[in-house]
């Protein structure tokens, strides 16, 4: 793994890549978007998932920014979807954790307007601290009643998740370092309210081509219409690891 920009350098430790993926010093929320997409701008294999496009050098950053993060964002068909499980300590990172105050492991926070999901989940069972729902005041009672013994429900908005309210009730927890791995609709509607600051996308070396059974393939980004489109983003870094790209792009 190398960078390339701002500055050329050599061969990247796990280290470097983690003071490549330092967070801004800053009190406000920072949201950074974690995606992956083919060269042609696949989000995810014909099999559904994001896993199958992606390499070792993606997997090392995807667990670095987890890594360093304070909680980590995620819509809930992306949970369901990649089966999300427990958020543990990531190895090699525990002193940086330390000397930022942090906790031992971020935590997992997932926006559900419906509240389907199931409790039985790992992220549900075996997670050192329970996940956050966020959820808008209309989650039926039936839901919350399930899903209440195995996370802490948070309300954001009234018959759908307002985001901003969500953000917000992050940063009043503490949880200013948010990693959000999508999908592409919970993605797009940050994107749209204004309320993305990093996208962190890896460009893989692979092609899909355009449909998968004649089903157009999923971008990065999908649902809300971005009203300043197409929105201007300021390149902060790029680094290759055999043939797959790794960039920083930031709104401002």
Not at 25 to 43: C, K, L, N, Q, Y
Not at 74 to 86: H, N
Not at 185 to 214: F, K
Request: aromatic share 4%; net charge negative.
């Amino acid at each position: 793994m190398h960078m390339l920009l701002p500055e050329r350098a050599g061969t990247m430790s796990p280290a470097g890549v983690a003071d490549a993926y330092a967070w801004p010093e800053t009190d406000s929320p920072w949201v950074r978007a974690v995606m992956v997409a083919t060269a042609d701008g696949a989000a995810r294999s014909p099999q559904g998932r994001s896993g199958e496009i992606s390499s070792a050098g993606d997997r090392l950053v995807f667990e670095t920014i987890r890594g360093l993060s304070d909680v980590i964002l995620v819509g809930a068909d992306t949970f369901r979807r990649e089966s999300y499980g427990p958020v543990r300590p990531q190895p090699g990172l525990e002193k940086r954790r330390r000397d930022l105050g942090m906790a031992d492991a971020p935590r997992l926070a997932v926006v559900t307007a419906s509240g389907d999901l199931n409790p039985a989940a790992g992220a549900f069972v075996s997670s050192p601290e329970r996940p956050l729902l966020l959820v808008p005041k209309s989650l039926p009672v039936e839901r919350r009643a399930t899903l209440d013994p195995v996370a802490e429900i948070v309300e954001a908005g009234e018959s759908t998740v307002d985001l901003a309210q969500a953000i917000e009730a992050l940063a009043g927890r503490g949880m200013i370092r948010i990693a959000c791995e999508g999908g592409p609709r919970l993605l797009g509607a940050l994107t749209a309210a204004g309320l993305m600051d990093e996208l962190c996308l890896t460009v893989t070396p692979l092609l899909s081509g355009g449909s998968y059974a004649g089903v157009p393939v999923p971008r990065i980004m999908a649902g809300a219409e971005l009203p300043d489109s197409p929105r201007g983003l300021q390149l902060h870094h790029v680094i290759e690891d055999a043939g797959t790209l790794f960039l920083s792009y930031r709104t401002s």
